[in-house]
């Protein structure tokens, strides 16, 4: 009985060994440069968008509501097109950290449920990833408020 055990242990190790010899490595270099110029590329766009509405005679605080707007737009709007996740593959953290990842991390849920229908398959799903997210936002937001009303007098 001990020796089937030994002898099941070494071909699980075995097993393991043959696994990470055969599972590729990343090459992390090249993702973080992926990364930063997605990511950054994401941003001058915005900062773009910023000057073009700045142009158009928007004032500062149209500016900052219509910028996230169509960048939340177009994260979504490439979701559904099936870009935006081809992007995600090459850019990683770069296509997920800016609000575009934001629009999708919300739409890519539903995308995937809406065979199941718009109430249980769409809504029931498109908050899966950012639900929690939100909810933590949110009820940190609350608590801090409450702090800074109560003790920050």
Known sequence: MQNKKLQSI????????YVQQKIPKPSYVKNCIWAFIVGGLICV???FLGNVF???GLSKEDVATA???VLVFLGAFFTGLGVYDQLGKRAGAGSIVPITGFANSIVSPAMEFKREGFVFGVAAKMFLLA???LVY???SSIIVGLLYYFLGR
């Open 10 to 17: 070494n071909k699980q190790q075995e097993y393991n060994e």
């Open 131 to 133: 639900g929690p997210v």
């Open 137 to 139: 936002g949110f009820g």
């Open 67 to 69: 910028v996230p707007m």
């Open 45 to 47: 766009f915005g900062q």
């Open 54 to 56: 700045k142009g158009m």
